[in-house]
Nanobody, 125 residues
């Protein structure tokens, strides 16, 4: 298991930016794919972005493509989600996740075995 702690959420106006961070501990961070998911009230958890163990491959949900960027710093055991041009529909609790096995990357929750506690992002119109 890996422990994940998100930070960087908050309240921002539409069109603004936020950067989420997720600090990992407990195993070799650079061996695992990482992802971001979000869950709005009354909705299911949905995929936002994921990144491979080396950072060389990334995936994005269509709804955030061109606005959000996922990145990682393996020296700092941290993954980031830079969110630009935020919209009210981006409002949700954002969760960081680590893949369940090494050298795996995916876009569905079943790929990921460890989850953070979540950080709230609220975008006002």
């Amino acid at each position: 298991q890996v422990q994940l702690v998100e930070s960087g959420g908050g309240l921002v106006q539409a069109g603004g930016s936020l950067r989420l961070s997720c600090a990992a501990s407990g195993r070799t961070f650079s061996n695992y794919g990482m992802g971001w998911f979000r869950q709005a009230p009354g909705k299911e958890r949905e995929f936002v972005a994921s990144i491979s163990w080396s950072g060389g491959t990334t995936y994005y949900a269509d709804s955030v493509k061109g606005r959000f960027t996922i990145s990682r710093d393996n020296a700092k055991n941290t993954v980031y989600l830079q969110m630009n041009s935020l919209k009210p529909e981006d409002t949700a609790v954002y969760y960081c996740a680590a893949s369940a096995t090494i050298r795996i990357i995916g876009t569905t929750p079943s790929v990921f075995g460890s989850w953070g506690q979540g950080t709230q992002v609220t975008v006002s119109s």
